[in-house]
């Protein structure tokens, strides 16, 4: 199997036109585009996923409901629809996704690990079910949903086992809090 190609970024995000495996995208830190879809049940819970053991990031962390790269000459909207599908098997429609907003985040994972991305965040809010869901072994080891309020304190007690994603906390948060309004 190939690896995948990835479409290059200039620091703003925009794309310059040339394209790159992963692994070498990571080598040289890239600026790459990748999706994270945070998913809301009809509760109030947020999905959490568990990365797989063998991720070549952050092994056996809590992280998004559902994240990936966005392979060469996808858009983020289509992106994002395929990871739902591969890691969740969950099929979902465009309007279902609500866009939130891009984030910048550069992170040195070791020597020959630099993450230089651009991470478009969207919230799907679904009545799905755990039971709805089939998890991408390859990726994801389980998924959990936890109400919203103790993932708050998870987060602000810097659980061991959460990806702490500040920036991007911050915004959900605010989503959450105001234009959600989950209590």
């Known amino acids: 199997m190939s690896e995948e ?17 992963r692994s070498a995208v990571h080598r040289d830190g890239d600026w790459h ?26 092994p056996d962390m809590l992280d998004i ?19 739902l599908k591969e890691e969740l098997d969950l099929k979902v429609k465009k309007n279902e996704l609500v866009f939130i ?15 230089n991305q651009f991470e478009d965040v969207y919230i799907l809010r679904t009545n799905k079910t755990i039971d709805d869901m089939d998890i991408q072994e390859e990726e994801v080891s ?25 920036a991007e906390f911050a915004l959900l948060f605010e989503v959450l809090d105001k234009q959600l309004r989950i209590e």
């Open 101 to 115: 907003q891009t984030l910048k985040n550069s992170t040195k994972l070791g020597d020959d690990f630099l993450n």
């Open 65 to 83: 409901s559902c994240a990936g790269h966005l392979s060469a000459g996808d858009d983020s909207l289509t992106g994002a629809l395929r990871e």
């Open 5 to 21: 190609l990835f479409d290059l970024l200039d620091e703003e995000g925009n794309p310059i036109g040339l394209t790159k495996p």
């Open 142 to 166: 389980e998924i959990v949903f936890v109400p919203y309020k103790k993932f708050k304190e998870m987060v602000n007690r810097r659980q061991p086992d959460l990806l702490i994603r500040k």
């Open 33 to 58: 585009r990748v999706v994270h879809v945070w998913i809301i049940n009809e509760r109030g819970e947020v999905l959490l996923q568990r990365r797989c053991a063998k991720k070549d990031s952050y």
